[in-house]
């Protein structure tokens, strides 16, 4: 049977229902969000003359749980208009409207009873066939199946989302005995291709696979913590980003899921895991059960393990002392090996670094890593049947960015088995095995694919996926050609693919050298090239440091010629003899969305946060950007609109450096372009899916497109227009003087100078145009005030 889902119904609409509700609208699909009725009016009703019969009442709890989620911050929803694809109503009077639905997701309380009775209604209209799964993080799946039909129970299993559903990508599916193979097999490549997951099948176990190691980790860390005398600030320093961990790192993190919602996990654990042989570490300690019963419970109660406050200088934040239980300002601690650490940017060799360090920090490391790999060792094969699995839930829910058995793998299996045997900590049976077979590895990579050991065959197996992903890293036996910063990969079947590494994967002279030689190797000997990266950013522009030197040292000609470079690279990306594709993610700022605009396509991820920004700093885009941009608006003149409109758009996004918040947003901001340029849910099939495309183009015929001459560019008329805009704003206190001289040179260059008439030009003429305003406000005291703040603290001052 082959299944569509064109609409859900979503029974719940607390955090998780609305939030889960909003990301199915976000690619397309319709939904019904229902909630219970309430039971008594409010103030508000009672002032109107409500009674509990009308329907604004009886809607109230859903529509205002709805509400309250799309104002949240980063936002629930791709685009603001997929709102209109929500429905909502009550239990009451809208449950009969589930018959019409493709998929029924439970997402009331964490109470088997509660949940039960839902069922119990769910069943007298559901239409046989329609899948029905439950967001539960705790409750063991097959409880909620007892008394169902046995078409309900076939056609039910576990759906568990991470909060925020939209940016946490991973989906544990957990199946009953009674679930039938084949709905399993459909949630996991729909939630894969269409919702943009990391699936992961898990067995029906307490906690499931990441909240089991995931809370295990933050306990661990809580008990080590008091060993070692550490304080909150301390433990945050040691475990965020600098190992690959989000900002949040652990005691931020237990803030904004809720620490009753941490404690319930832990406890659950404790309460239904009898055998587990590290069980005395989910046991909470006093300072966490105090802090629960003070009701500091994190972000959804405003305190928590940190505080917000404002003060006369502004807003701070405080940091709890849990000896005295107390808020303090918080503390920027320091370990020598991390500070000796921090300038590595390659994260593997940063952590073998600190799990080698001999001090505080290296002992938290090592005492953390015997912990963990101990754990996880001997969760194989409670919690999942292998061992990858256990590594995509981590880096999937809990954002790590190397999973565990990963790192385990990255410090040596072997020297730290016998470094966790002399502290007493003893691993599994069969990873003993495995080192007694001569096997030291749980992954390795073989002819670009990655293999995992498996347990059951004491053999290595290829991971699931290796056919349908692209993953740079495992071709390194496919490098055509690199530098110090890139490396240009075969692909297979005619393309290339360059991927660079720099700091925020920013780009300087190395990085254009790559993308130019990598052209002239796709020219000479492939069908397409593909500019992708698998860094946390695809790029955060041009490099801000090497525009200051020059800037501030009158390097002029210099940077002259570093701009040129910069422009004749993205107009060779366009008038190639081979097509090009850019496939962006993250963040895509200045440089990295001028290479966007100039591709023959743009293959973006979801979760790309694309625009123009150079404004922030005191500049104008000066690689083809604002060139690309009056193109652009030019195109649109001969669709029938008022000439100045569309330009006055592209005029506005480049000068309120708007980036958007998505990928499907940076078409509403006319960077990625309608029925041509596409987005990939699942980041990780970015690559490929930029593979599929670019050869779609090759065998379609691809003719290197002729340069333009033909731009119709407005001169004075909207350059006045444009000018008085700008004026308004500034006499109005919106912008600064130093905003308004940046504005004006960007309405010249758009307007194509002070010409008397509206004008056909060249793209060469606007990009001499955009130069010459780019190199005179590096030479602007102020743009070096907010280059030079930029390098400092990563923020541009307003000046």
Same mark, same amino acid.
């Given at each position: 049977?082959?299944?569509?889902?064109?609409?859900?119904?979503?029974?719940?609409?607390?955090?998780?229902?609305?939030?889960?509700?909003?990301?199915?609208?976000?690619?397309?699909?319709?939904?019904?969000?229902?909630?219970?009725?309430?039971?008594?009016?409010?103030?508000?009703?009672?002032?109107?003359?409500?009674?509990?019969?009308?329907?604004?009442?009886?809607?109230?709890?859903?529509?205002?749980?709805?509400?309250?989620?799309?104002?949240?911050?980063? @936002?629930?929803?791709?685009?603001?208009?997929?709102?209109?694809?929500?429905?909502?109503?009550? +239990?009451?009077?809208?449950?009969?409207?589930?018959?019409?639905?493709?998929?029924?997701?439970?997402?009331?309380?964490?109470?088997?009873?509660?949940? $039960?009775?839902? %069922?119990?209604?769910?069943?007298?209209?559901? $239409?046989?066939?329609?899948?029905?799964?439950?967001?539960?993080?705790?409750?063991?799946?097959?409880?909620?199946?007892?008394?169902?039909?046995?078409?309900?129970?076939?056609?039910?299993?576990?759906?568990? +989302?991470?909060?925020?559903?939209?940016?946490?990508?991973?989906?544990?599916?957990?199946?009953?005995?009674?679930?039938?193979?084949?709905?399993?097999?459909?949630?996991?490549?729909?939630?894969?291709?269409?919702?943009?997951?990391?699936?992961?099948?898990?067995?029906?176990?307490?906690?499931?696979?990441?909240?089991?190691?995931?809370?295990?980790?933050?306990?661990?860390?809580?008990?080590?913590?008091?060993?070692?005398?550490?304080?909150?600030?301390?433990?945050?320093?040691?475990?965020?980003?600098?190992?690959?961990?989000? $900002?949040?790192?652990?005691?931020?993190?237990?803030?904004?899921?809720?620490?009753?919602?941490?404690?319930?996990?832990?406890?659950?654990?404790?309460?239904?895991?009898?055998?587990?042989?590290?069980?005395?570490? %989910?046991?909470?300690?006093?300072?966490? !059960?105090?802090?629960?019963?003070?009701?500091?419970?994190?972000?959804?109660?405003?305190?928590?393990?940190?505080?917000?406050?404002?003060?006369?200088?502004?807003?701070?934040?405080?940091?709890?002392?849990?000896?005295?239980?107390?808020?303090?300002?918080?503390?920027?601690?320091?370990?020598?090996? &991390?500070?000796?650490?921090?300038?590595?940017?390659?994260? $593997?060799?940063?952590?073998?670094?600190?799990?080698?360090?001999?001090?505080?920090?290296?002992?938290?490391?090592?005492?953390?890593?015997?912990?963990? +790999?101990?754990?996880? @060792?001997?969760?194989?094969?409670?919690?999942?049947?292998? =061992?990858?699995?256990?590594?995509?839930?981590?880096?999937?829910?809990?954002?790590?960015?190397?999973?565990?058995?990963?790192?385990?793998?990255? =410090?040596?299996?072997?020297?730290?088995?016998?470094?966790?045997?002399?502290?007493?900590?003893?691993?599994?049976?069969?990873?003993?095995?495995?080192?007694?077979?001569?096997?030291?590895?749980?992954?390795?990579?073989?002819?670009?694919?990655?293999?995992?050991?498996?347990?059951?065959?004491?053999?290595?197996?290829?991971?699931?996926?290796?056919?349908? +992903?692209?993953? &740079?890293?495992?071709?390194?036996?496919?490098?055509?050609?690199?530098?110090?910063?890139?490396?240009?990969?075969?692909?297979?079947?005619?393309?290339?693919?360059?991927?660079?590494?720099?700091?925020?994967?920013?780009?300087?002279?190395?990085?254009?050298?790559?993308?130019?030689?990598?052209?002239?190797?796709?020219?000479?000997?492939?069908?397409?090239?593909?500019?992708?990266?698998?860094?946390?950013?695809?790029?955060?522009?041009?490099?801000?440091?090497?525009?200051?030197?020059?800037?501030?040292?009158?390097?002029?000609?210099?940077?002259?010629?570093?701009?040129?470079?910069?422009?004749?690279?993205?107009?060779?990306?366009?008038?190639?003899?081979?097509?090009?594709?850019?496939?962006?993610?993250?963040?895509?700022?200045?440089?990295?969305?001028?290479?966007?605009?100039?591709?023959?396509?743009?293959?973006?991820?979801?979760?790309?946060?694309?625009?123009?920004?150079?404004?922030?700093?005191?500049?104008?885009?000066?690689?083809?950007?604002?060139?690309?941009?009056?193109?652009?608006?030019?195109?649109?003149?001969?669709?029938?609109?008022?000439?100045?409109?569309?330009?006055?758009?592209?005029?506005?996004?480049?000068?309120?450096?708007?980036?958007?918040? @998505?990928?499907?947003?940076?078409?509403?901001?006319?960077?990625?372009?309608?029925?041509?340029?596409?987005?990939?849910?699942?980041?990780?099939?970015?690559?490929?899916?930029?593979?599929?495309?670019?050869?779609?183009?090759?065998?379609?015929?691809?003719?290197?497109?002729?340069?333009?001459?033909?731009?119709?560019?407005?001169?004075?008329?909207?350059?006045?227009?444009?000018?008085?805009?700008?004026?308004?704003?500034?006499?109005?206190?919106?912008?600064?003087?130093?905003?308004?001289?940046?504005?004006?040179?960007?309405?010249?260059?758009?307007?194509?100078?002070?010409?008397?008439?509206?004008?056909?030009?060249?793209?060469?003429?606007?990009?001499?145009?955009?130069?010459?305003?780019? =190199?005179?406000?590096?030479? !602007?005291?102020?743009?070096?005030?907010?280059?030079?703040?930029?390098?400092?603290?990563?923020?541009?001052?307003?000046?």
């Amino acid at each position: 049977m082959k299944r569509h889902i064109h609409k859900v119904a979503v029974l719940g609409s607390g955090v998780m229902g609305s939030r889960i509700a909003a990301h199915f609208a976000g690619i397309g699909v319709q939904v019904l969000l229902l909630d219970i009725a309430p039971k008594e009016l409010n103030d508000a009703e009672k002032a109107k003359g409500l009674t509990l019969e009308s329907k604004a009442v009886r809607n109230r709890i859903v529509n205002d749980a709805l509400q309250s989620t799309l104002k949240s911050n980063p @936002s629930p929803v791709y685009t603001k208009d997929v709102v209109k694809l929500i429905r909502t109503g009550n +239990f009451t009077d809208d449950m009969s409207q589930i018959a019409n639905v493709d998929w029924i997701i439970e997402v009331v309380v964490e109470n088997l009873d509660v949940k $039960k009775s839902v %069922f119990e209604q769910v069943e007298k209209f559901r $239409k046989a066939g329609t899948l029905i799964t439950s967001n539960t993080s705790g409750i063991p799946i097959h409880l909620m199946a007892e008394g169902r039909s046995e078409d309900f129970r076939k056609h039910f299993c576990g759906t568990h +989302f991470f909060n925020p559903p939209r940016y946490l990508r991973l989906l544990e599916i957990i199946p009953t005995p009674h679930t039938d193979p084949a709905i399993i097999s459909f949630l996991m490549e729909y939630g894969d291709l269409y919702l943009g997951k990391t699936t992961v099948l898990c067995k029906d176990t307490p906690a499931f696979i990441a909240n089991r190691v995931g809370v295990f980790s933050i306990m661990a860390i809580f008990h080590i913590m008091q060993e070692m005398n550490l304080n909150i600030d301390e433990v945050d320093t040691l475990t965020g980003p600098v190992i690959g961990r989000p $900002k949040s790192a652990t005691f931020r993190t237990a803030d904004v899921v809720g620490i009753d919602t941490l404690v319930k996990v832990a406890k659950g654990v404790k309460e239904n895991c009898p055998n587990d042989e590290a069980i005395d570490i %989910f046991v909470i300690p006093p300072f966490l !059960e105090k802090v629960v019963e003070n009701k500091w419970l994190g972000d959804k109660t405003g305190q928590g393990f940190y505080k917000k406050t404002k003060g006369e200088g502004g807003k701070e934040i405080l940091t709890l002392n849990l000896q005295t239980m107390e808020y303090g300002p918080k503390q920027r601690p320091k370990f020598a090996s &991390l500070e000796a650490a921090k300038p590595v940017e390659d994260l $593997k060799q940063r952590l073998r670094m600190l799990a080698a360090a001999t001090d505080k920090a290296g002992q938290f490391y090592q005492q953390f890593h015997a912990l963990l +790999f101990a754990y996880i @060792s001997n969760r194989i094969p409670e919690i999942a049947d292998d =061992l990858y699995k256990v590594d995509d839930a981590m880096k999937a829910g809990f954002g790590w960015e190397i999973g565990a058995f990963e790192t385990w793998d990255l =410090l040596g299996v072997e020297k730290t088995v016998q470094a966790m045997a002399e502290k007493g900590i003893k691993v599994a049976k069969w990873v003993e095995e495995m080192l007694a077979k001569g096997i030291k590895h749980f992954y390795k990579v073989e002819n670009g694919k990655k293999y995992y050991y498996d347990i059951a065959s004491q053999d290595y197996k290829v991971l699931p996926g290796a056919e349908t +992903f692209i993953i &740079l890293e495992n071709l390194s036996g496919n490098v055509v050609w690199k530098n110090s910063a890139c490396t240009l990969y075969d692909i297979g079947d005619g393309i290339v693919t360059l991927d660079w590494k720099t700091k925020m994967n920013t780009i300087g002279g190395e990085v254009l050298e790559g993308v130019n030689k990598a052209i002239d190797r796709a020219e000479k000997d492939y069908r397409g090239l593909i500019l992708a990266n698998e860094g946390a950013n695809f790029s955060a522009g041009a490099n801000v440091g090497m525009i200051f030197m020059l800037a501030a040292e009158q390097e002029y000609d210099e940077l002259d010629m570093a701009v040129r470079l910069f422009q004749k690279t993205t107009m060779r990306l366009r008038y190639s003899s081979i097509p090009t594709i850019v496939a962006p993610h993250a963040l895509t700022l200045g440089g990295g969305c001028e290479m966007c605009l100039h591709a023959d396509k743009v293959q973006a991820a979801a979760e790309a946060y694309i625009g123009l920004v150079e404004l922030g700093v005191g500049l104008i885009p000066g690689g083809g950007g604002t060139k690309e941009m009056t193109v652009r608006a030019s195109d649109e003149f001969k669709e029938g609109r008022i000439e100045e409109e569309p330009l006055k758009d592209r005029f506005m996004a480049i000068a309120m450096a708007k980036v958007s918040t @998505s990928g499907k947003e940076a078409f509403d901001l006319g960077i990625l372009r309608a029925g041509h340029d596409e987005i990939t849910m699942n980041q990780s099939r970015l690559i490929a899916d930029a593979k599929r495309s670019i050869l779609q183009i090759a065998e379609e015929g691809y003719t290197r497109p002729v340069e333009r001459k033909d731009i119709k560019v407005l001169g004075r008329g909207a350059l006045g227009m444009l000018l008085t805009g700008i004026h308004s704003m500034r006499f109005g206190n919106y912008i600064s003087d130093h905003d308004a001289k940046i504005a004006g040179k960007l309405a010249y260059v758009m307007c194509g100078g002070d010409l008397t008439e509206a004008s056909v030009v060249s793209e060469q003429y606007l990009l001499d145009l955009e130069r010459e305003a780019f =190199l005179s406000l590096a030479g !602007e005291r102020k743009t070096l005030e907010r280059l030079q703040s930029v390098i400092k603290t990563g923020k541009p001052i307003r000046n």
